[in-house]
Nanobody
Framework: QVQLVDSGGGLVQAGGSLRLSCAASGRTFSRYAMGWFRQAPGKERESLAAISRSGDNTYYADSVKGRFTVSRDNAKNTVYLQMNSLKPEDTAVYYC????????????????????WGQGTQVTVSL
């Protein structure tokens, strides 16, 4: 079992940057593919980025491609989401998620592939 703690959210002006972190408990972090999602009020959950167990493969939604970067440090049991050029429409609660991956290169971009979820961290982008 894995417990995930999201952090790093906050209030930022449009064009600014934030880095989200997701710290995982346990000694099996490297067995999990990781993903980042967000949900804005009144909207469905959106898959943003994903990274394989090894960190070699990544996925980005079109809405964040070129602006967001996902990375992981297996030694620190942590996955990151670097967010640059933020826009007001990026305002949402951001969640990390972990899913068991049997292949080191697998990336998952749908929520049903993830078993464990962080508590979420609020990101607010002002004009």
């Amino acid at each position: 079992q894995v417990q995930l703690v999201d952090s790093g959210g906050g209030l930022v002006q449009a064009g600014g940057s934030l880095r989200l972190s997701c710290a995982a408990s346990g000694r099996t972090f490297s067995r999990y593919a990781m993903g980042w999602f967000r949900q804005a009020p009144g909207k469905e959950r959106e898959s943003l980025a994903a990274i394989s167990r090894s960190g070699d493969n990544t996925y980005y939604a079109d809405s964040v491609k070129g602006r967001f970067t996902v990375s992981r440090d297996n030694a620190k049991n942590t996955v990151y989401l670097q967010m640059n050029s933020l826009k007001p429409e990026d305002t949402a609660v951001y969640y990390c998620a972990a899913g068991t991956a049997y292949l080191s290169g697998s990336v998952y971009y749908t929520g049903d592939r993830y078993t464990y979820w962080g508590q979420g961290t609020q990101v607010t982008v002002s004009l």
